[in-house]
């Protein structure tokens, strides 16, 4: 069974970076593509990008294009999200998530990862 | 690419059926039959109840279906239970330029 575990909370100054990394255990890594989806507190649910660790492709949502960026290690299984010029608005759980490799939809959650801005 | 409308709850007695709806547009809701349902309950990362439409992933009951019309899609919870109480996602494809987007979410409430 697929597991996704995420790093631990950071805490951050505006304007710097942070990366996230989401480990995956059981399944094959490369075969299924990996989502990472962000929720400010007490609001929805935002999809910021994906990446295809076979291929080592990423795409991201436009409205953070440019500050984003996802790898994939296949060596570790593991994947991250680095997000830069960080903003309070950033402050948010940050999950990976398992697109299923049969059927479009995110199947398996890594179990969030807080991050901070405050200055 | 905006965010599928929702609303922003819904609540009903034990036993009885609800209905979630998700209206997006021509580009993501009505163009894909790619449209999933998500649970969150607080402090926990969401659940996939729904995927394409109307499929259940093993596991998850029978009491949840989901449904399309147009660039409407649904989700339904007949026999309301209290541990159906939290959040609920919808999230369509939109497309290999934006990819996902999701609903702004529906907090159900079980009276």
């Known amino acids: 069974q697929v597991q996704l575990v995420q790093s631990g909370a950071e805490v951050k100054k505006p304007g710097s970076s942070v990366k996230v990394s989401c480990k995956a255990s059981?399944?094959?890594?490369?075969?299924?593509?990996i989502n990472w989806v962000r929720q400010a507190p007490g609001q929805g649910l935002e999809w910021m990008g994906r990446i295809i660790p076979m291929l080592g492709i990423a795409n991201y949502a436009q409205r953070i294009q440019g500050r984003v960026t996802i790898t994939a290690d296949k060596s570790t299984s593991t994947a991250h999200m680095e997000l830069s010029r960080l903003r309070s608005e950033d402050t948010a759980m940050y999950y990976c998530?398992?697109?299923?490799?049969?059927?479009?939809?995110?199947?398996?959650w890594g179990q969030g990862t807080m991050v901070t801005v405050s200055s | 690419q905006s965010a599928l409308t929702q609303p922003a709850s819904v609540s009903g007695s034990p036993g009885q059926s609800i209905t979630i709806s998700c209206t997006g547009t021509s580009s993501d809701v009505g163009s894909y039959n790619l449209v999933s349902w998500y649970q969150q309950h607080p402090g926990k990362a969401p659940k996939l109840m729904i995927y394409?439409?109307?499929k259940r992933p093993s596991g998850v009951s029978n009491r949840f279906s989901g449904s399309k019309s147009g660039n409407t899609a649904s989700l339904t919870i007949s026999g309301l239970q209290a541990e159906d109480e939290g959040d609920y996602y919808c999230?369509?494809?939109?497309?290999?330029?934006?990819?996902?987007?999701f609903g702004g979410g529906t907090k159900l409430t079980v009276l």
């Open positions: 998530a398992r697109e299923h490799e049969e059927f479009d939809a995110f199947d398996i």
């Open positions: 059981g399944g094959t890594f490369s075969s299924y593509t």
């Open positions: 394409e439409g109307s």
């Open positions: 999230c369509s494809y939109a497309g290999s330029s934006s990819f996902w987007v």
